[in-house]
């Protein structure tokens, strides 16, 4: 999913002050990071298609993952925005030991009260978008019985293993009659009713526009024992919680949809039929395998285009575009993004294995559920009147991304978010700077990092939603560059290409990374993960002194400079340092940063000028620049009145970056 970007923006003007202040009593030139931006192919103002009614395929006989689970589901959206539905589940228990009871997702249930879980941590906001007055929604179970007709209603109880909140019913337990061995299959018959809470939080509606994410009662990851590291099997069990996101098992997906007859589904998979009309409704039938989860939407407005396309390591996809009218006539700017994503991250990270990739453009109404990712389907920004600027492709670049490091790298959002966001968000950045000559400004982002925590945390532990998304999406993507600009983009892409290939379709975690990373370049990376990846580091290298001694004769000028270097936090190998003198002179040198600190005594005929560590920025995860520059010589009254003045701007700033 992608982040409000709004706080960063704020933040980056922080720290190019602070970053330009600082240059001024210094090199007063910095490197620059901007590119020109390239232009978008094709002619944005051609005529959109009709809206049709699809390509009509059938399932292939290839089995990509372990298909723990098979749901069928038929769901009915009714015009007041009710979804009802029946479900019939089958599980095949991939572990050891017996079970005696099922857990279920109820993920609508967060929206039922403010004393749900997810609103009282989120406190009704997510990505700067806020539940409406009155717009709660929720989930009613109304039958789960097993095949011979036994209802186990009476057997159902929510749980909260998370926080003890007896008001938050996103998770539940239901007991069994008869217990599950390792091996074994049981199938239950589901039915339920959604309320749809109002469009903030990636599902709901918003006018006439649905969105159906997270809608229907979902199993619980049962993990055996290897499955992410685990030691012992059993459930993995969590509520849904402001920050986090989702964790699934594989399987297949039959999704009988019906809509009002004026309505257009989206979903994902491919229809398996072509729509028909039936009692004033429109009837969609679905299906999608080696997929985890399941998503739809439905609006009377979609402008509906539709094109193949295919590259290498892309046999065969149609790209379906569910345009909200305010954005049709840019659906060249979609599709060439879209094209892009498939084409190179197919390349980088493994074939894409599905037939079709649908994207849906919301009503600006409906953003709360704008840039957000399910298997085969994603959701830009909502649209609006005016003209976006390249966070529509970047939106876009990244919900695709997560085709990769969410859908076929089903790696566990709920406790390791960053292998999901920091790889997806690694990723856009590569593809933005390749495709339309952005490059991500990395000293400024690093500078955004305030409060640095764990990575493998729960992604409900961190501060607020801000403090989880300057973590789990930035700091994690800062330290993939770090580790790319240690071992090299081409060794880099290795480590990428074999992380993505040996965990497809398996559930990773950050150990399993970390042993891709060492097996590729072949060294330990022991300290480096546990300082910045389960610890909370950042790097901090400063210019803590420097001291000229005068030692010219009668004949001859000659001066030491004494320069002591301090490592004030975190180990990084080969730190660049430049010593800048009076007549223009430098020297580089490449510090081990093995010791705390080191001292240079430098012989030369005029006397250091100003010294710089890191002077091009290449350290990815140094957050305080402001210490790596220091002048020999810097006049008392200059520096008095930069620092007041630096002082009030940043007094100034943080009061707008507060809640």
């Known amino acids: 999913m992608t982040p409000v970007r709004a706080k960063m923006v704020l933040s980056s003007v922080l720290a190019i002050c602070v970053l330009g202040g600082t240059l001024l009593l210094s090199l007063s030139q910095a490197p620059s990071t901007q590119s020109a931006l390239a232009p978008i192919p094709g002619n944005i103002n051609a005529p959109v298609p009709a809206p049709t009614e699809g390509i009509v395929q059938t399932p292939l006989a290839e089995v990509l993952s372990d298909r723990v689970v098979e749901y069928h589901i038929d769901v009915q959206l009714t015009e007041d925005h009710v979804l009802k539905g029946t479900s ?13 009871e099922l857990y279920f997702h109820l993920y609508p249930n967060a929206f039922a009260s403010d004393e749900t879980t997810f609103m009282k941590e989120s406190g009704g906001k997510l990505r700067g978008d806020a539940m409406p007055k009155d717009g709660y929604g929720s989930m009613n179970l109304t039958e789960i019985k097993t095949p011979d007709g036994l209802s186990l209603l009476h057997r159902i109880q929510y749980v909260q293993p998370d926080d003890g909140n007896i008001h938050d019913k996103s ?32 599902m709901g509606s918003a006018d006439n526009f649905v969105m159906a994410g997270q809608w229907f009662p979902k199993l619980s990851v049962y993990e055996p024992v290897g499955t992410r590291n685990r030691k012992t099997e059993g459930w993995n069990l969590h509520q849904y919680h402001g920050n986090s996101e989702f964790y699934s098992d594989f399987g297949i997906y039959s999704v009988r949809i019906a809509v009002p007859d004026n309505y257009t589904v989206a979903a994902t998979g491919f229809p398996t039929k072509p729509y028909y009309k039936k009692d004033g409704q429109r009837i969609y039938q679905f299906y999608a395998d080696d997929v985890h989860d399941f998503a739809w939407a439905a609006s009377p407005d979609f402008v509906v285009v539709e094109e193949p396309f295919s590259a290498p390591n892309v046999p065969g996809v149609r790209i379906k575009l569910f345009l909200d009218p305010a954005h049709a006539d840019l659906k060249d700017r ?64 990244h919900e695709i991304g997560h085709q990769y490091f969410y859908g076929m790298i089903a790696s566990n959002e709920f406790e390791e978010a960053w292998l999901d966001e920091a790889f997806t968000s690694y990723a856009e950045d590569r593809l933005m700077e390749q495709e339309y000559g952005i490059s991500s400004n990395i000293p400024l982002q690093s500078g955004y990092i305030t409060s640095p ?69 072949r060294k330990s990376w022991a300290t480096f993960f546990d300082q910045y990846v389960y610890s909370n580091m950042m790097a901090d290298f400063a210019v803590d002194s420097i001291s000229i001694q005068d030692e010219s004769t009668e004949t001859e000028t000659n001066y030491i400079s004494t320069v002591k270097l301090t490592k004030k936090a975190g180990d990084y190998a080969e730190i660049p340092v ?13 510090w081990d940063g093995k010791d705390a600190n080191i001292i240079y005594n430098l012989t030369y005929k005029e006397p250091i000028e100003w010294v710089m560590v890191d002077p091009s920025y290449s350290i990815a995860i140094e957050n305080k620049h402001i210490n790596n520059y220091m002048s020999a010589e810097v006049e008392e009254e200059i520096q008095t009145r930069f620092n007041i003045s630096i002082t009030k701007l ?8 507060s809640w």
Do not use: C
């Open 650 to 657: 940043i007094e100034t700033l943080l009061g707008s970056l």
């Open 453 to 521: 925590a764990s990575l493998t945390q729960e992604a409900w532990k961190y501060d607020s939603q801000q403090h989880y998304a300057e973590n789990v999406y930035t700091r994690g993507k800062l330290i993939l560059r770090a580790i790319e600009q240690q071992i090299g983009i081409k060794k880099m892409d290795k480590v990428m290409s074999t992380y993505a290939a040996k965990y497809r379709f398996k559930h990773p975690t950050t150990k399993d990374f970390q042993t891709v990373v060492e097996q590729v370049t």
């Open 171 to 202: 998770l539940v337990k239901v007991r069994l009659p008869k217990p599950v061995k390792g091996g074994e299959s049981i199938t239950l018959h589901m039915s339920f009713e959604v309320d749809m809470p109002q469009i903030f939080a990636r």
């Open 88 to 100: 019939t589940l089958t599980w095949t228990h991939p572990g050891k030991k017996t079970v005696s």
């Open 578 to 590: 430049v010593f800048a003198f009076k007549d223009g002179h430098m020297i580089r040198k490449e």
């Open 334 to 397: 979609y599709l060439y993004a879209a094209k892009s994503a498939l084409s190179n991250f197919s390349k980088w990270y493994g074939k894409y294995p599905y037939s079709t990739l649908s994207i849906v453009v919301p009503p600006k109404a409906g953003n709360g559920a704008g840039g957000m990712e399910y298997p085969t389907l994603i959701t830009a920004f909502g649209a609006d009147d005016t003209s976006p600027g390249y966070e529509l492709e970047r939106t876009v670049i």
